[in-house]
């Protein structure tokens, strides 16, 4: 199993920014993925960003120029960097920890943490 704790959630107000951190611990696996995801109330979870284990990075189109993801591989840590913060960025955030194994895809998540953003 592979456990996951989130930080840096809260209230902040419409242009400002936060900074979302993930540690993964437990059990390891050689290729993973790591990334954030969101859900908004009434909204399917969506994925924000994430990032390989060789540094790729993926992002959605809402949130491209203004978010930035990274990682501390030796610390098993993302981060989620959230600029210009827009009122409909509102939601619970939650990591994901995707790990390869032969033939299979393992997804681990956390317990999410709540980002608001007043207008």
């Known amino acids: 199993q592979v456990q996951l704790v989130e930080s840096g959630g809260g209230l902040v107000q419409s242009g400002g920014s936060l900074r979302l951190s993930c540690a993964a611990s437990?059990?390891?696996?050689?290729?993973?993925?790591m990334g954030w995801y969101r859900q908004a109330p009434g909204k399917q979870r969506e994925l924000v960003a994430d990032i390989t284990s060789g540094g790729s990075t993926n992002y959605a189109d809402s949130v491209k120029g203004r978010f930035t993801i990274s990682r501390d591989n030796a610390k098993n840590t993302v981060y989620l960097q959230m600029n210009s913060l827009k009122p409909e960025d509102t939601a619970v955030y939650y990591c994901n920890y995707r790990a390869s194994v032969p033939g299979s895809t393992r997804n681990y998540w956390g317990q999410g943490t709540q980002v608001t953003v007043s207008s």
């Open positions: 437990g059990r390891t696996f050689s290729s993973y993925a």
